[in-house]
């Protein structure tokens, strides 16, 4: 089991430029989240998918920020247009029923 | 949500110590997990506990989900031990929400 793929591992980008976090879920696991980690708020969840339908985005920031599931296999978030407060670590977590739930490695993504 | 409290903020050890982390909800949970945030920025699984109790070689963790409150205990600490360690009940929703976590040192 190779757990959650996170890609790319870190990310530069100038403000004004589109950017895309993607995210690969163990196999079999029907949740999926994203969380995004800053020093001045900490973890906070921004979207979940059960059974690659979002069930609650209402701690996506605005809506330069949008996620997607295509299918079991895999999501993405994107932010455009990127802008410096969106510097921040987001990780990338999924898992099955009452189970628990495991984290990727994260993205670090920076906005310069 | 959930309200979540983790004490102590910090705690500094010298290796060897025994030490005990403290978490409080607002609400009756369906999931719980502890976290451990090593250097690197990892979130690694500690334990899913949403009631009982769990041990795992030098740790271990209770849950008293009628009091709302969990316990993760660490025992001969290591080095290797330092980092954050995050709390996160889940209610009724499925997402886990983290309390601010605990920021561990322990000295050689």
């Known amino acids: 089991d190779a757990g959650v793929i996170q890609s790319p591992r870190h990310e530069v980008t100038e403000m004004g430029q589109e950017v895309t976090l993607r995210c690969k879920p163990i196999?079999?696991?029907?949740?999926l989240f994203w969380y995004r980690q800053t020093m001045m708020r900490g973890l906070e969840l921004l979207i979940y998918?059960?059974?690659?339908?979002?069930?609650?985005d209402s701690g996506m920031p605005e809506d330069r920020f949008s996620a997607k599931m295509p299918n079991a296999s895999f999501s993405t978030l994107k932010i455009q247009p990127s802008e410096p407060r969106d510097s921040a670590v987001y990780f990338c977590?999924?898992?099955?029923?009452?189970?628990?739930?495991?984290f990727g490695s994260g993205t670090r993504l920076t906005v310069v | 949500g959930i309200q979540v409290e983790q004490s102590p903020p910090d705690l500094i050890l010298q290796e060897g110590a025994n030490s005990t982390l403290r978490c409080n909800f607002s609400d009756s949970v369906n999931n719980l997990q502890w976290f451990h945030q090593n250097p690197w920025g990892q979130l690694i699984n500690l334990f899913y506990?949403?009631?009982g109790t769990k041990q795992n070689g030098r740790l271990s963790a209770t849950t008293v989900a009628t009091e709302r409150y969990s316990l993760l205990y660490i025992s001969s600490s290591q080095t290797t031990d330092s980092g954050v360690y995050f709390c996160?009940?889940?209610?009724?929703?499925?997402?886990?929400?983290f309390g601010s976590g605990t920021q561990l040192t322990v000295l050689p």
């Open positions: 506990i949403p009631s």
């Open positions: 998918f059960n059974n690659n339908v979002p069930i609650d």
């Open positions: 196999s079999g696991h029907d949740y």
């Open positions: 996160a009940p889940a209610g009724s929703a499925r997402q886990l929400t």
């Open positions: 977590a999924t898992g099955e029923g009452k189970r628990g739930y495991t």
